[in-house]
């Protein structure tokens, strides 16, 4: 039987590598043998990754609260726009939220952070399946507990 310590220590076993947002420069480790970067032509800053065995993603992201949104705004207009997620954990503060649950045989986890007095947005989200859960939970508490918010202010 596979336990909660066996597999944290099996997600700190794994080689992880700091990824730094360009744009504004907010940081996120990831284990750099489950996720490799996706070459892509997106805006400078935004980035995503695809596990090895192709059943994970990973999007990590910044941009300028054009909107001026607050957090609860922001939340409230991603779940107006995920109809058909299920919704099972939403934590919060004053300058961040999470959003995380069940999209069809997925789950999925969002945390979004605001910085430079709300006038930039870092967020990551990762999906992965939830028969997968027990190698990916892991890796999420840690991707989120290094997640840093942008601190190059416009």
Not at 82 to 93: D, F, I, M
Not at 98 to 103: A, I
Not at 114 to 142: N, Q
Request: one cysteine or more; aromatic letters at 12%.
């Amino acid at each position: 039987m596979t336990t909660l310590a066996s597999l944290a220590a099996q997600a700190a076993g794994d080689s992880w590598t700091t990824h730094t947002i360009e744009r504004f420069g907010g940081t996120i480790d990831y284990p750099g043998q489950v996720f490799a970067p996706v070459p892509q032509d997106v805006e400078e800053g935004d980035q995503v990754f695809v596990s090895t065995d192709d059943e994970a993603r990973l999007a990590v992201g910044s941009w300028l609260n054009e909107g001026g949104f607050s957090p609860g705004e922001l939340k409230n207009n991603l779940l107006r726009g995920a109809r058909e997620a299920s919704l099972t954990y939403e934590p919060g503060g004053k300058t961040w939220f999470v959003l995380s649950g069940y999209e069809g045989d997925d789950i999925y986890y969002q945390k979004i952070m605001f910085s430079c007095d709300g006038s930039v947005v870092t967020a990551f989200g990762l999906t992965y399946p939830t028969v997968r859960r027990a190698r990916y939970d892991p890796i999420v508490e840690r991707m989120e507990d290094s997640f840093r918010p942008g601190r190059r202010c416009p």
